[in-house]
């Protein structure tokens, strides 16, 4: 097993990070495929693999749920912080009290700020959810499922503002894609 990157190291070469998520999300969804891994057991595995791969303070995976297109949520379903370990999530955001960032993160796929506290976008979450945790940066990126949008996939950084690369958006792109093909094929077997 990996040892853990410190949290605010700088993230591998974008080959080698790619590379290395693309290997390990491989083995994750083979395992879940296989029923060697139950689904909450898969998703603690990733939030701990890109812990590591990107050297952040925290990771976590969020699903997608509400009753209409323009009255979504964000759920939490699974977190690893360096300082915690690993957690079940049950975190909720709500699109009609955080409507600027999800409506950015909708609409580009990919949400990116180097400091949370200064970002226009991200003002209502900073009370309640980046200052409790000491979250100062973050980098989400959705990821659908058969088409329809399904989850966010969301690595994040405590204590200094951190830039995230162009390099390691691409990278955390590639590995939400992934994740949503294991959790595709995942959903077609299981009916």
């Given at each position: 097993?990996?040892?853990q990157?410190?949290?605010?190291?700088p993230?591998?070469?974008?080959?080698?990070?790619?590379?290395?998520?693309a290997?390990?999300?491989?083995?994750?969804?083979a395992?879940?495929?296989?029923?060697?891994?139950?689904?909450s057991?898969?998703?603690?595995?990733?939030?701990?693999?890109?812990?590591?791969?990107?050297?952040c303070s925290?990771a976590?995976?969020?699903?997608?749920g509400?009753?209409?297109?323009?009255?979504?949520?964000?759920?939490?379903?699974?977190?690893?912080d360096?300082?915690e370990?690993?957690?079940?999530?049950g975190?909720?955001?709500?699109?009609?009290?955080?409507?600027?960032?999800?409506?950015?993160?909708?609409?580009?796929?990919?949400?990116?700020?180097?400091?949370?506290l200064?970002?226009?976008?991200?003002?209502?979450?900073?009370?309640?959810?980046?200052?409790?945790?000491?979250?100062?940066?973050?980098?989400?990126?959705?990821?659908?499922?058969?088409?329809?949008?399904?989850?966010?996939?969301?690595?994040?950084?405590?204590?200094?503002?951190?830039?995230?690369?162009?390099?390691?958006?691409?990278?955390?792109?590639?590995?939400?894609s992934?994740?949503?093909?294991?959790?595709?094929?995942?959903?077609?077997?299981?009916?």
């Amino acid at each position: 097993m990996k040892t853990q990157a410190p949290a605010g190291a700088p993230a591998q070469d974008s080959m080698s990070l790619r590379e290395t998520l693309a290997q390990t999300i491989r083995a994750h969804s083979a395992d879940l495929l296989a029923d060697r891994l139950s689904s909450s057991g898969y998703r603690d595995r990733l939030c701990v693999a890109l812990q590591q791969a990107f050297g952040c303070s925290r990771a976590s995976l969020w699903r997608f749920g509400g009753p209409a297109a323009d009255d979504l949520s964000l759920t939490c379903v699974a977190a690893f912080d360096v300082a915690e370990g690993a957690t079940p999530g049950g975190d909720v955001l709500r699109q009609v009290e955080y409507r600027g960032y999800f409506e950015a993160l909708l609409q580009s796929g990919v949400y990116a700020s180097s400091d949370v506290l200064t970002d226009p976008h991200l003002g209502g979450l900073v009370a309640p959810y980046f200052l409790p945790r000491g979250i100062r940066s973050l980098l989400d990126t959705t990821f659908k499922v058969n088409g329809r949008i399904f989850g966010v996939v969301c690595i994040e950084q405590t204590g200094e503002p951190r830039h995230w690369s162009v390099r390691e958006q691409h990278a955390l792109r590639h590995a939400a894609s992934q994740i949503s093909l294991a959790v595709a094929r995942y959903k077609s077997r299981d009916g």
